[in-house]
């Protein structure tokens, strides 16, 4: 019976933070797209100062990292020392970040990829969550 009721509150957690849950998700994969991809980066000019940043090792394991700490965040809806707050200002920060860098690739080459609009959408998404106060 207590097994059920754990996961009565997980669900409930992930009902009330769903959509942090797949961002998170989201980055992992952000993480292993950047890892699968070199050769994206790679055809990107080097004075593109943004792609180089991002083009290293570091990077996917410190995505990895956040997507976890977004999975635990939203399933047990931690909310001490306004971790919520911090974890929605960091996937901000991520996805901005990477929308640059894809934006760059993309004028560089000459070419749209399909990177850059999701990228797009995802962070008006995590604006329009985020100002819709549902970081609670």
């Not at 797209?33 to 994206?40: A, D, K, N, V």
């Not at 020392?81 to 894809?102: A, P, S, Y």
Request: with cysteine; glycine share 8%; net charge positive.
């Amino acid at each position: 019976m207590l097994m059920k009721e754990q996961l009565k509150h997980l669900l409930r957690h992930y009902q009330r933070n769903w959509i942090w849950f797949w961002i998170s998700v989201l980055t992992g994969y952000l993480g292993l797209f950047i890892r699968g991809q070199q050769h994206l980066l790679e055809r990107a000019p080097r004075f593109l100062i943004v792609t180089n940043i991002v083009d290293n090792q570091t990077w996917i394991v410190a995505l990895s990292t956040l997507s976890v700490a977004g999975i635990i965040i939203s399933l047990w809806n931690i909310s001490l020392w306004k971790i919520k707050g911090i974890l929605i200002g960091c996937l901000t920060f991520v996805w901005v970040l990477f929308l640059i860098v894809f934006v760059q690739i993309d004028l560089s080459i000459g070419q749209y990829s399909i990177g850059a609009g999701l990228t797009a959408f995802l962070v008006l998404l995590i604006f329009h969550h985020a100002k819709g106060n549902n970081t609670k």
